[in-house]
């Protein structure tokens, strides 16, 4: 686990564009049991998170269509939630950071780790904002 103090700063740059902190399994249920289209972010303190993968959902919320929903579980830090989402997200392995875009509480699309590390940002965003023209 690592330290609020340390992960405080990567939190806020997701919940103040309106991401909503998820922190148990309770939590991941109802925020995937709503309808609509809902985004899971699973955030990380890894450089990739920080360069590529927060970045890119931020530039991917401009765009006409949008998610209805912004949720965000930390990896390393919110145990509970983050293997709840995880579970959600199967048959993909777990990886972190990663992003998921559920419609109607099902999984209709995913960017995995390894479609994150060492792409920019703005790569990450126009995958993000194809599946948001398709879904939302």
Known sequence: ??????????????TRIGFQEL???????NA????GT?????NSVCGC??????????FSLENPKTPDHLV????????ESTLAARNRMVPFPPSSPSIALFKDG?????????HIE???AELIAENLKAAYDDHC
């Open 1 to 14: 686990m690592y330290p609020a103090e340390l992960v405080k700063p990567m939190r806020e740059e997701l």
């Open 23 to 29: 922190f148990t399994t309770e939590d991941v249920t």
């Open 32 to 35: 995937l049991e709503k309808s």
């Open 38 to 42: 809902t985004l899971v972010v699973v």
């Open 49 to 58: 998170a920080a360069a590529n993968a927060r970045p890119g959902v931020y």
């Open 72 to 79: 965000t579980v930390f990896a390393g830090v919110d145990a």
């Open 106 to 114: 099902e999984l209709v699309h995913m960017v995995e780790r390894h």
């Open 118 to 120: 060492g792409r920019p």
